[in-house]
């Protein structure tokens, strides 16, 4: 088992910042995968960032170029930095684990996720 908790989410204003984390305990945290994701109401929760066991990483368009995602092994901590945001950032973040050394993209990849964290960017 894997248990996530998110923190860091909060309020700020459209070309501001914020970072999150993920601290992880339960499992050994360097051969895992891990990723972000993001969820507004009414619509499905959809795939922010991933890092794999060897800090290769991979972003959706959206967030490419102003998000970085990284880890640090040795605090069992997955972050994710996020620059010049804007309003259609806003939504709740989760963070999520894989049982696998390599990301995915997909939901249905990550068996295990935090309580999520809320985001919001005012304009």
């Known amino acids: 088992q894997v248990q996530l908790v998110e923190s860091g989410g909060g309020l700020a204003q459209a070309g501001g910042s914020l970072k999150l984390s993920c601290a992880a305990s339960g499992r050994t945290f360097s051969s895992v995968a891990m990723g972000w994701f993001r969820q507004v109401p009414g619509k499905e929760r959809e795939f922010v960032a991933a890092i794999n066991y060897a800090s290769i990483t991979y972003y959706a368009a959206s967030v490419k170029d102003r998000f970085t995602i990284s880890r640090d092994n040795a605090k069992n901590t997955v972050y994710l930095q996020m620059n010049n945001l804007k309003p259609e950032d806003t939504a709740v973040y989760y963070c999520?684990?894989?049982?696998?050394?390599?990301?995915?993209?997909?939901?249905?990849?990550?068996?295990?996720w935090g309580q999520g964290t809320q985001v919001t960017v005012s304009s």
């Open positions: 999520a684990a894989r049982s696998s050394k390599f990301s995915d993209t997909k939901r249905s990849a990550y068996p295990y």
